[in-house]
């Protein structure tokens, strides 16, 4: 009895979190703000990934941080002179459509073309909360191991965009690359999946043009 009680609030819950995020992306798409969920694991490099796009995407940028603890990362964003709103999580291992929309608030709308909203460090729990966003970038790196895509399925089957980070040490820390990259397509054949390097700058273009061709669409 207790169990079937334990579902039926999870059921409300994503019920409840889906209704919000359709009302989130009816506010951005009502501002003309195309809006980036990116997703990833500790470490995979999502903060330096954002940095480099405010830096080299010709667009009027904002970002929305979500951690456990964001002042750490919002500070990182913030010295690029953008709108940047830190989103605490607490207890809570992702963000979630209420806590976005809330942020929205604190944000400049109006001024603002092309949102990244960075969620919390893992490849589980932000998989069933959709944030209102109009893509989800999943962002590993082979330092997590070539079997990360097999370990985490359900995060990529919902990607619009993975991409693959620190290929240039694939090599040092014996990951096969080629391999994650197959992994993806197996779960998710349509996905386009980008193997990049922040330190070479190899695939930064190719996501740079990826994000802007969902942005005509």
Not at 61 to 80: P, T
Not at 103 to 118: K, T, V
């Amino acid at each position: 009895m207790h169990k079937i009680a334990d579902i039926e609030i999870q059921h409300d819950i994503m019920v409840a979190n889906s209704k919000l995020a359709g009302k989130n992306q009816k506010i951005l798409d009502d501002a003309d703000v195309f809006s980036v969920d990116v997703l990833g694991a500790i470490g995979s490099g999502k903060t330096s990934l954002i940095e480099t796009l405010i830096q080299k995407m010709d667009h009027n940028i904002g970002v929305i941080a979500g951690d456990v603890i964001s002042k750490y990362d919002a500070g990182r964003f913030e010295q690029y002179d953008i709108p940047v709103v830190g989103l605490n999580t607490g207890k809570e291992c992702h963000l979630d459509a209420h806590l976005v929309k809330h942020a929205f608030g604190d944000l400049p709308l109006e001024s603002i073309d092309l949102l990244f909203i960075e969620n919390v460090g893992n490849l589980i729990c932000p998989v069933d909360f959709d944030l209102g966003s109009h893509i989800r970038m999943v962002v590993i790196s082979v330092s997590e191991g070539d079997d990360t895509v097999e370990k985490h399925p359900l995060i990529f089957q919902n990607a619009d965009l993975v991409v693959i980070n620190k290929v240039d040490i694939a090599d040092a820390v014996g990951a096969d690359q080629d391999k994650m990259v197959a992994d993806v397509k197996i779960l998710n054949p349509d996905v386009k999946v980008i193997k990049s390097s922040l330190k070479t700058g190899q695939g930064l273009d190719e996501i740079i043009s990826s994000i802007e061709s969902f942005m005509k669409q």
